[in-house]
């Protein structure tokens, strides 16, 4: 999994500065979590065999999470993956002090579970429609967020052709 972390300026907490700092300075932390096994020397997943359907965020935790994000499909990947987990996966995704630094997660080191954050992330690059339509860069929910944009602004566009 890769996350980026930096500090924000008070009063700044919008998506427009985790975007505006992915642009600028790319994202290059990996998150400090064991991939390999003791007892294999194949990477260990943290994705669960079955999503625990069980699974809900709470109300509280809910609230936390930054403006933008898909609070659903955080809930949906949460559920993929194992429990003792979901917290720090969880942290990256919570609004933050000013004097607190963000720390966005951007990929998953998983295949299976890169579409659900991609997922989490999509709804954030509907509010920047510049960056939708120009940006290069892989960041996560992006392409999602363009194929969503085309299915709404054409719907014909999203139909078979006969």
Known sequence: ???CSFPIQTGVRTAAAVLTCFILAGCDRTLNMPTMSASSPSPASIRLD???DAFRLSAEERSR???G???DA???LLAAIQPEVRPLILEHFYDVQPHERIRALTR???PALQPLLDEVWAPVWDRFPEILEHETKDFPGL???RTRRIARDDPGQSQPQP
């Open 69 to 71: 994000f898909d609070v």
């Open 108 to 110: 998953m080191g998983d």
């Open 74 to 76: 955080l809930e949906r």
């Open 50 to 52: 079955v999503a625990d």
């Open 1 to 3: 999994m890769f996350c």
């Open 143 to 145: 392409e999602l967020a």
């Open 65 to 67: 999470v930054r403006a």
